[in-house]
């Protein structure tokens, strides 16, 4: 008897990624780990169910049977986790922990659907990723949300939002920025150690490029620091830009009050993450709050 839903879960996430590779990153496991659970099922149901090709998965014929009962039995899961949330109608606070963009920025977009998906309060604490990681394993702190993952033992990390960093000023840009036009400007930047100066610098360093060769006219220790040193940057000057999230500044983009471009050849991009217990992977309240950020 099959004792657990995981392998289930693991095959239907297979089905939908037509992928092992891209669904042990949904799921926040090694590949070898999403093989192993497909052979521990296919030896449980004595047949096989998936056939891996070049291309992708294909399903055999007994893998499409099994495809649907699968489907039946993730349906009635989440109505019965929905009726036992129902049920208990338990007071409690449910605290997620972020990293500063995520928290101040993107996470207070999701906080009214995740209290209503679990009919409780939320709180958000952010903090530097390491602080959030350790209060996550201390138990302080029931989910997770960083830019960038320290892999520790005994925690799940899921790929959930793709995140632009763009150039921006309070001046209008280009809507392209060449590389060579970079040394014109004025700029902020985030102090070392940050994750967004890390990925700003191991861009820059692919193409050449050394930060440090810029018109640095100060560093900031917050996102919201550096977006409010620009917003009150003199205009008559030669532009003053940064490099920033672009959750950060979208609501001052959106009133005109600061400008963003891309830079020609240099990719800016990266991903954030979700990060659990794995002893909780399956309690009502993370698994729903997990759930509605990743759909």
Not at 68 to 89: D, P, Q, Y
Not at 209 to 227: E, H, L, M, P, R
Not at 261 to 276: G, N, Q
Request: aromatic share 8%.
């Amino acid at each position: 008897m099959i004792k657990d839903f995981s392998k289930i879960e693991t095959f239907l996430m297979v089905v939908r990624e037509k992928n092992f590779s891209r669904a042990s990153k949904k799921l926040g496991i090694s590949q070898p780990a999403v093989t192993q659970q497909m052979k521990l099922l296919e030896d449980y149901l004595n047949c096989k169910i998936i056939e891996r090709k070049k291309n992708g998965i294909k399903l055999t014929k007994a893998g499409e049977e099994f495809l649907k009962v699968a489907t039946k039995l993730e349906r009635g899961v989440h109505s019965f986790e929905k009726e036992v949330i129902r049920i208990m109608n338990k007071e409690l606070t449910f605290i997620i922990g972020s990293s500063f963009t995520i928290g101040n920025y993107i996470l207070p977009l999701y906080v009214n659907e995740i209290k209503e998906a679990i009919n409780n309060d939320v709180m958000i604490q952010v903090d530097v990723t390491s602080v959030v990681l350790e209060k996550l394993l201390d138990r302080a702190i029931d989910l997770v949300l960083i830019e960038s993952p320290i892999f520790l033992d005994g925690i799940i990390y899921r790929e959930w939002l793709n995140d632009e960093l763009v150039l921006f000023s309070n001046s209008p840009l280009p809507k392209y920025v060449s590389l060579d036009r970079l040394k014109e400007y004025r700029w902020i930047f985030r102090e070392e150690g940050s994750h967004t100066k890390k990925v700003i610098t191991e861009a820059f360093d692919e193409v050449g490029i050394d930060c440090d060769s810029f018109n640095i006219i100060s560093t900031a220790s917050s996102s919201t620091t550096v977006k409010q040193t620009i917003l009150k940057a003199d205009k008559d000057q030669t532009p003053t830009v940064s490099i920033i999230s672009k959750y950060v500044i979208q609501d001052e983009l959106d009133s005109g009050l600061l400008y963003c471009s891309k830079i020609r050849d240099l990719k800016l991009k990266r991903v954030l993450y979700i990060a659990y217990l794995k002893d909780r992977k399956h309690e009502s309240f993370v698994e729903s709050v997990v759930n509605l950020l990743m759909k």
